[in-house]
């Protein structure tokens, strides 16, 4: 499975792991901030948190703009360091008055800026690495490698987050307003881990920066000749794709908002039991619960995986070991957890990252052995697929919802003590569904749009890519604005249709849209 690729992915894949964890470590508690810091209500943070999310993705169209004319791997250095400018500002405690409000506005849009540079660039360098005819076959299982890699750094940011908030809290006496301060500031530090991955090891990916590479003349760039019929076909295709795109990232970014509110005000919070092993907010190295349970799991699963895929006895041996090791730590656990954990809110986030770890491999091994007996689905197939499966996922949270008051009636409830919680598993295994969903659309989304993009314009199409991401952000406080207006299962149900429409609609257009990737 992570064989026959090029050195370079790697590189990229961990530089782009430090970044993520940044950029998560903000995202998992900026909603409440805008809360306990400056006292905004649900809608109002809401909209704020769906225009920053809908500029942070809409940015990277002018960056790949930039990047086709004077070189992806400038691009995605200047983005770095004005993305660390922004989580700078953002770690400053400047209090809740106007000035606060200026500095935080602009920390935003350094944030946005800089990711506009670095992200969608880093991804067509990764794409620019499978052009070559021998990596060819493997670019969807590279980029979705790579993304896992992303999430593997997501995976920690909601307990680090949480856990450095709760220490600064508890050490120092910090006010749980200021205490979000510093969960910002290790995001400027996952982003100097992150610049010195890249350029320690630039060499493995450098042949893959086309504009700097023709500019220096090294080497002459041959691209691949189109027709303008051809390069118009492709676009107009990849437009189709990013009009379901959109409707997906409504949908899933639903964990920031009403899946993150759903966590606070109707979901149990307390646990108890073996579940209370991956629900502890603590982020210590010598408490292996919560995060490092998750890893736990983790290990387990690419234990089994490795036990029949290696090729070598050393190889099996090493996963058996792994296996029993990871094994006996959450056998030993769930032995000896006594009492119960607090739950929080944001520590739901960690699970989808998680859940990409491991479900990453399984996914690429099921499609593996389709391919080898010739039935693997085409890339806008799975696309289709991971729609249905969203729309699923949705169905899990309209089920557990049940019975439940609507968020108006819930909070005097909450008020009053009164309030109906429900188990915590209702939201994991929405998480769980709803990953599976994101692995089937998100990196193989990405990796069709560096296959079928024209040439001369893959940093702008990859950019495209991003604004559908952006518009789909700028509607996510839809939902967010229902909330307190109509029942629970009137919001879960339009997420549900909207994911059924876009579903029926890529498979529609299925054709066309394989004809232009073959």
Same mark, same amino acid.
């Given at each position: ?6 050195k370079?992915?790697?590189a990229?894949?961990l530089a782009?792991?430090?970044?993520r964890f940044g950029?998560?470590t903000?995202?998992?508690v900026?909603l409440?901030?805008?809360q306990d810091?400056?006292?905004f ?8 948190q769906?225009i920053?999310?809908g500029?942070?993705y ?5 960056g790949?703009?930039?990047? &086709?004319?004077?070189?992806f791997g400038k691009?995605v250095?200047?983005?770095i360091l ?9 770690a400053?405690p ?8 200026g ?9 946005c800026?800089?990711t506009?540079l ?11 690495? =499978? ?7 493997k670019? &969807? ?8 890699a ?6 920690f940011?909601?307990?680090a987050a949480l856990?450095?908030m709760?220490w600064?809290?508890s ?5 749980k ?6 969960a ?5 530090v ?5 610049i ?9 990916f ?21 027709t303008?019929?051809q390069t118009k076909?492709?676009?107009v ?6 009009a379901?795109v959109i409707?997906f990232w409504m949908?899933?970014?639903q964990n920031g908002i009403t899946?993150n ?5 109707y979901?149990?919070?307390s646990e108890?039991?073996?579940m209370?092993l ?14 490092w ?21 050393k190889?099996k041996?090493i996963?058996a ?6 094994g ?11 009492g ?7 520590i739901?986030q ?8 491991a479900?990453?491999?399984i996914?690429m091994?099921v499609?593996?052995a ?5 039935k ?9 697929l ?6 699923s ?11 439940l ?7 005097a409830?909450?008020e009053?003590?009164?309030?109906t ?8 295994s929405?998480y769980l569904v ?22 001369? =314009? ?5 950019g ?7 518009i789909?952000n700028?509607?996510i ?16 149900g339009v997420?549900?249709a ?7 609609f ?6 066309r ?6």
């Open positions: 499975m992570f064989e026959g690729h090029p370079g992915l790697w990229l894949a782009n792991t430090g970044e950029y998560y903000m995202l998992a900026f409440f901030f805008l810091n400056f006292g209500s649900m809608g109002t943070s809401s909209a704020i769906a920053f999310l500029v942070v809409f940015v990277p169209l002018f790949g703009m930039l990047a &086709d004319k004077f070189g691009m250095t200047i983005g004005v993305m660390f400018l922004g989580y700078f500002l953002l400053l400047l209090g809740a008055g106007t000035i606060a409000l500095v935080m506005a602009l920390a935003l849009l350094f944030v800026v800089g506009g670095f992200k969608g660039n880093l991804q067509v360098l990764v794409g620019n690495l =499978y052009d070559e005819p021998k990596y060819a076959a670019r &969807d299982e590279g980029f979705s490698i790579f993304y896992m992303i999430n593997i750094g997501s995976m940011a909601a307990a856990g450095i709760a600064t809290q050490a120092y006496g910090v006010s307003a200021d205490s979000y301060h510093f910002f500031a290790v995001a400027c996952s982003l100097i881990v992150s010195i991955i890249y350029y320690t090891f630039r060499s493995t450098a042949h893959a920066d086309r504009a700097k590479v023709a500019a220096k003349g090294a080497t002459e760039v041959v691209e691949e000749e189109l303008p019929a076909e492709r676009i295709c990849l437009c189709l794709v990013f379901v409707f949908a899933f970014h899946m509110q759903f966590a606070r005000e979901t149990a919070t108890s039991g073996f209370s991956f629900l502890s907010k603590s982020f210590s190295f010598t408490d292996v619960r919560s995060i349970n998750l890893v736990c799991v983790i290990l387990v699963v690419y234990g089994v995986l490795n036990i029949f895929q290696s090729k070598t006895i190889g041996l996963a070991v792994l296996f029993l090791a990871a006996g730590v959450l056998v030993y656990r769930a032995m000896t957890v006594t119960s954990v607090d739950v929080e809110a944001p739901f960690q699970f989808n990252p998680c859940f990409v770890v479900l990453t491999p996914i091994l499609f593996g389709l391919a080898k007996k010739g693997e689905p085409s890339s806008p197939m799975k696309i289709g991971g729609m249905l499966v969203a729309a996922a949705f169905v899990i949270l309209l089920v557990g919802s049940m019975g008051v609507s968020p108006v009636e819930q909070k409830a909450l009053a003590g009164t309030a919680l429900v188990s915590p598993n209702w939201l994991i929405t709803l990953t599976v969903a994101e692995l089937l659309l998100s990196p193989i989304g990405i990796s069709f749009v560096s296959k079928v993009a024209p040439p001369k =314009y893959k940093g702008m199409m990859m495209g890519w991003f604004v559908a991401t952006a789909g700028f509607l406080s839809i939902p967010g604005l229902l909330w307190d207006k109509t029942e629970l299962y009137v919001v879960w997420l549900i909207i994911c059924l429409v876009s579903a029926i890529i498979f529609s257009i299925l054709r849209l394989e004809a232009v990737a073959k």
